[in-house]
């Protein structure tokens, strides 16, 4: 008796946990985010652990293939920007830091180009705190 009233508990228990978990995703719900840099083969990766918390992700690889200059262009319409910084150009990080500080976006430097890392900082966002 003791033993099934226990296993209910736990089963309880981790239902709340999903429906938290659930919940503080839903905090980054119609944001949209822009990531510079990075490897292209991740990109499409990032793009679903952005969806699991209910925002958009726009992709700019850095100046490798697209104009630095199009940062430009995309900062206004976004909530924040992520940069790896392992994986990005120079040029490209201090133009997206300087757009950031003119257009006010949140700026979040990762420590490195994995899925991981980014998971993280969304992790952080979505429990409230701030990145700057």
């Given amino acids: 008796m003791r033993e099934k009233h226990r ?5 309880r228990g ?3 946990d999903a429906v938290a ?3 503080s995703k839903a905090t980054l719900e119609g944001r949209s985010f822009l990531y510079v840099g990075g490897r292209d ?5 990032l793009r679903q652990i952005a ?10 690889d850095g100046g490798l293939r697209e104009a ?3 940062i430009d262009n995309v900062l206004p319409s976004v909530d924040c920007v ?4 392992d994986c990005i150009s120079h040029d490209a990080c201090i133009r997206v830091k300087t757009g950031c500080k003119k257009w006010e976006k949140a700026f979040v430097p990762l420590r490195n180009g994995s899925k991981s890392s980014f998971e993280r900082a969304l992790q952080s966002m979505s429990q409230g705190e701030t990145a700057q």
């Fill in 41 to 45: 083969c991740q990109v499409a990766h």
């Fill in 82 to 85: 992520f940069c790896p910084i």
């Fill in 51 to 60: 969806s699991s918390y209910g925002a958009n992700l726009i992709h700019h």
């Fill in 14 to 16: 981790h239902q709340d």
């Fill in 68 to 70: 630095v200059s199009r």
């Fill in 21 to 23: 978990k659930a919940d």
């Fill in 7 to 11: 296993q209910q508990q736990q089963a």
